[in-house]
Nanobody, 121 residues
Framework: QVQLVESGGGSVQSGGSLRLSCAAS????????KAWFRQAPGKEREGVAV???????KYADSVKGRFTISQDNAKNTLYLQMNSLKPEDPAMYYC???????????????WGQGTQVAISS
């Protein structure tokens, strides 16, 4: 089994930055591919960014140039650096992991509980 725990969410002004973290534990070998998703109230869950074990990353068009996904394999931790936050970015952000799937769809086997990101006026 794999456990994923997100942290780092909070409220930030529009244009500001946040860094989310996701700590993995358990069967780490099953977390080859890792991703961040978000879901705002009334909207479908959206894949934000994905990274593989070689560090190759893909991003949703809505966050390209503003968000950066990264990982520290020694710490079994995934990060999402979010810059230039916009009013459309607030959502619950989830990390996900899978031993095989690499993409921005929801086919990941393991999911965290989420961390909330809000924009303050």
């Amino acid at each position: 089994q794999v456990q994923l725990v997100e942290s780092g969410g909070g409220s930030v002004q529009s244009g500001g930055s946040l860094r989310l973290s996701c700590a993995a534990s358990g069967d780490i070998y099953r977390t080859v591919h890792k991703a961040w998703f978000r879901q705002a109230p009334g909207k479908e869950r959206e894949g934000v960014a994905v990274i593989d074990n070689l560090g190759r990353a893909k991003y949703a068009d809505s966050v390209k140039g503003r968000f950066t996904i990264s990982q520290d394999n020694a710490k079994n931790t995934l990060y999402l650096q979010m810059n230039s936050l916009k009013p459309e970015d607030p959502a619950m952000y989830y990390c996900a992991a899978d031993p095989y799937y690499y993409g921005l769809g929801s086919a990941f086997q393991y999911w965290g509980q989420g961390t909330q990101v809000a924009i303050s006026s």
